[in-house]
């Protein structure tokens, strides 16, 4: 059983960043996604189980970065030059089904993740 447990979430105001974490079994490709109020959850960001391929929505892309620690089985997501738009709550998941070179398709698709964190809740103001 993989217990994910995200960290790192909190109150900022537009144009600050805030890193968010997550634990990360090793031999499991990640992903972050995240849902506002009223709004379907949504892909945000991917990375491959070795850390080799990342994947970004467009929003996000020159703003977020994510990255694996393999020696700590984490996943983090630097998130810099925050805006309004990017506030809600972001959940961390892990796919056993992701290969090394997924498709850009696939790291998007909800049905791929297996394991669910609870959500860190981000809150960007004007």
């Known amino acids: 059983q993989v217990h994910l447990v995200e960290s790192g979430g909190g109150l900022v105001q537009a144009g600050d960043s805030l890193r968010l974490s997550c634990a990360a079994p090793?031999?499991?490709?990640m992903g972050w996604f995240r849902q506002a109020p009223g709004k379907e959850r949504e892909f945000v960001s991917a990375?491959?189980?070795?850390?080799?391929?990342?994947y970004y929505t467009d929003s996000v892309k020159g703003r977020f970065t994510i990255s694996r620690d393999s020696a700590k089985n984490t996943v983090a997501l630097q998130m810099n030059s925050l805006k309004p738009e990017d506030t809600a709550v972001y959940y961390c998941?892990?796919?056993?089904?992701?290969?090394?070179?997924?498709?850009?398709?696939?790291?998007?698709?909800?049905?791929?993740?297996?394991?669910w964190g609870q959500g860190t809740q981000v809150t960007v103001s004007l």
């Open positions: 990375i491959t189980w070795n850390g080799g391929n990342s």
């Open positions: 090793s031999t499991y490709g």
């Open positions: 998941a892990a796919s056993h089904r992701l290969n090394s070179k997924p498709a850009s398709v696939a790291v998007r698709d909800k049905r791929v993740y297996q394991y």
